[in-house]
């Protein structure tokens, strides 16, 4: 199951990158997400690691992360493994002459194990909801990049 959103942040795509291809910024614009650590050495590259935590329902749940791709200032995708919603994440961005364009998009690894078959029949409602919340954390992400530059 996916689901993306767009939304334009008034910052060059230079400190666009530099804000997110920081996973540990990530608690700061993405709901429930916290603690994002380094656990593999060197330079941030594809198959790099981390670990998080992630809040969701009422509990904590323990994360890690893979990079998948890292191709700087435009696009970075990571694999979630563990809690709740094991996942793939795409952050794109495009830059638009003193802004950035950026996409986010994620598909959900949804099978009777981690959702339940009650999920199958509900699919719209649950891409609805991938793309209200993704909506809402690009919202935060603009709403922390810009005035942090103003």
Known sequence: MRGSANIK???????????????????????????VEPTSEGELANGATFSGAYRFDGKSHALTYRLTEFDPPYRLCYRILGGPHPSLNEVELKSSGDSTKVKHLMELDLNQQNMGAVYVGLGPMVRLSIMFRLKKDLKKLKKNLEASYT
């Open 9 to 35: 942040v008034n910052r060059p795509i230079e400190d666009v990158w530099q804000f997110i291809s920081d996973l540990g910024n990530n608690s700061q614009w993405i709901d429930g997400v916290s603690a």
